[in-house]
Each structure stands twice: as C-alpha cells, then as structure tokens.
C-alpha cells in the first residue's frame, strides 16, 4: 500500500523531503510539542523544507494527563496556526482521560478567531476508553485512527461513522526516511485530502470603491469672436448662443 500521508517526530533521523514528494506522498504530519514544555527540536525546520518541497504539512500535539490548557496554549505557540489549519491531538498516553481529551478539543474550538479544524488521533486506548458509546463532543472531529493492518481499520462507528485518516504501519520503507516510518491512507479522493490537511481558502476582500471625484467651481471660459460672429454652445445640457 502506497501512503498518502506520513508523521514523522525526532526519532526519525534523517529525511529528505524533495525524494518523499517525489514518491507521491501529499502530505506529512509533524510532531510539533508533547505536555506543557516539550518541543520536537525537528518540528520548525522540517516544517519549512516539508512546504518548500511541496509536501502539505500539518502537525499534532501529544497529549498528557492534566494541565490541559497549559498544554494546549504551549501548541499553539510553538505552532503559530493559520486562521482554519488542522491541529491533531495525540490520544495515546496511557494515563490520559476522555475528559482530558475533550478539554483539549474545547479549548483549541475556544479560539474562535483562528477557526481550527480539530482532529484526533488515537488507537486501542481510544476505542476502549469509549467503549462503544457515542460521544457527541468527539464526534465533531475527525478521526484519525492507528490499526496496523492489511485490510480495513475495524472501528466501532458510535462516534465517528467514517475514519478520515488511517496509519496502517509503523514500519513502511519511504524514500526519502531514514528507516522506516508511520504510514497512513485517507478516505477520500486526492483534492479531498489536499483540502483536508491545508487551511481553507480565505476569499480576498473585494476592492474598495473608487473615490468620487472632487467637486470643482465655477468654470469661466473667454472666447472672443469677430464681430458678427456667434456660436452655440452646452452647458449641463442645456443649449445657449453667444
């Protein structure tokens, strides 16, 4: 299986992001902080070659157990999103809770004036933790769901009927990585998942009107004729001989 889309973290070593595009892969997910104090020392400068490379680029937060809004103001300082960027939350560390989780969510929704588009990330502790049952919060996010598997991810549709993004391996050979990495597929067409992992577009404001003209004043104008001589002329349509 081909990938659409890889995340990379410091553990990877090495990676050259002009062979990865041209590969195929469209997009890569970067670790970009961990707690209230933890940045990636990858994250920044992969970020810059990632998009110079032509790669879409999106990044994720891994998630600790308290202090959620302390962790979650970390992100978005170290990441600096664009007005309607996607954020992901990393759901995985095994102390963490499903209110912990929905903090997060609520907290990044809270930023009315950036728009973000929240997705989360999680596997089995996720699934267990909602054991079933729908959660009307969550599932106004999307999913991106971790079953390394061949087939299709088997995940229990309470709360989101369909997966948006699916890591199917830890261990794909890319070129481009050093070693191997996490690889996933997106559910959905190619211009889906461009739209998907970049900020919507923002529409130009239209240009301001033109300004009215400056009035002017009275206008005199001397012609002198032959004698004998008369003319016609217009002024504000109105016809006058002189």
């Known amino acids: 299986m081909k990938p659409d889309v890889i995340d990379l973290s410091h553990h990877n070593a090495s990676v050259a992001f002009g062979e990865v595009r ?7 997910i970067l670790k970009a902080t961990e707690a209230t104090t933890y940045i990636d020392p990858t994250f920044k400068q992969r970020r810059i070659d990632a998009m110079k490379a032509g790669l879409k680029v999106a990044s994720y937060h891994f998630l600790k157990r308290g202090n959620v809004a302390q962790q979650m103001l970390h992100y978005l300082d170290v990441v600096s999103p664009a007005k309607g960027e996607r954020v992901i939350i990393d759901y995985e560390d095994p102390p963490c809770t499903l209110d912990d989780l929905r ?3 609520k907290f990044l929704w809270a930023q009315a004036d950036l728009n973000l588009q929240v997705t989360v990330y999680g596997g089995s ?5 909602l054991d079933g049952k729908r959660d009307e919060l969550l599932a106004k996010t999307s999913l991106w769901t971790a079953q390394y598997a061949t087939t299709k991810p088997n995940w229990s549709t309470a709360t ?4 948006t993004l699916w890591q199917y391996t830890d261990k794909a050979v890319v070129p481009g990585v050093a ?3 996490d690889a996933n597929t997106f559910n959905g067409s190619a211009e889906a998942l461009l739209r998907w992992m970049s900020p ?3 529409e130009a404001p239209p240009p301001p009107p033109p300004p009215k003209p400056e009035p002017v004043g009275d206008v005199v104008i001397a012609v002198t004729l032959p004698p004998g001589v008369t003319v016609d002329f217009f002024v504000n349509g109105e016809q006058y001989r002189g």
Do not use: F, I, M, S
């Not at 041209?22 to 890569?28: D, K, L, Q, R, S």
């Not at 502790?125 to 933790?129: A, G, N, R, V, Y």
């Open 103 to 105: 903090a997060a969510v």
């Open 160 to 163: 989101w009927p369909v997966w």
């Open 200 to 202: 919507p577009l923002v």
């Open 22 to 28: 041209a590969a195929g892969v469209a997009g890569v």
């Open 125 to 129: 502790k996720l699934e267990q933790d």
């Open 179 to 181: 070693g191997r990495c």
